[in-house]
């Protein structure tokens, strides 16, 4: 399994940014996927996250900010991300793991322990 994150960059606050992530090595759509951020000094925080059937599970400090989804054709994910602030910089990481048999498709985690498959990041900067 390989994950490549694309998309981050440098954005005053207010704006924009949409990362997308792209995985190979999935025969099928039975894996969960999660964002997740890490700044400096800080532990790795879980952003967001996605199920097999699309169900999605969202940090309350996001408050409705950011908007994550999947295409399953393309084996991609992304990550919208609207009205930036200060404190959303960090490095943003994509992580994928297998539905096992007991795993319902509608779970996600945001917690790191759950995912083995790590992409390499990318920056996001927000300059106020």
């Known amino acids: 399994v390989r994950l490549v994150e694309s998309g981050g960059g440098s954005v005053p606050a207010g704006g924009s940014l949409r990362l997308s992530c792209a995985a190979s090595?999935?025969?099928?759509?039975?894996?969960?996927l999660g964002w997740f951020r890490q700044a400096p000094g800080k532990e790795r925080e879980g952003v967001a996250c996605i199920a097999s059937d699309g169900t999605t599970s969202y940090a309350d400090s996001l408050e409705g900010r950011f908007t994550i989804s999947r295409d399953n054709g393309d084996n991609t994910l992304y990550l919208q991300m609207n009205r930036m602030k200060s404190e959303d910089t960090a490095m943003y990481y994509c992580?994928?793991?297998?539905?096992?048999?007991?795993?319902?498709?509608?779970?996600?985690?945001?917690?790191?322990?759950?995912?083995?498959?790590w992409g390499q990041g990318t920056q996001v900067t927000v300059s106020s």
């Open positions: 090595g999935f025969t099928d759509g039975n894996y969960y």
């Open positions: 992580a994928a793991q297998r539905l096992s048999p007991y795993t319902s498709y509608w779970y996600c985690s945001r917690a790191s322990s759950k995912y083995p498959y």
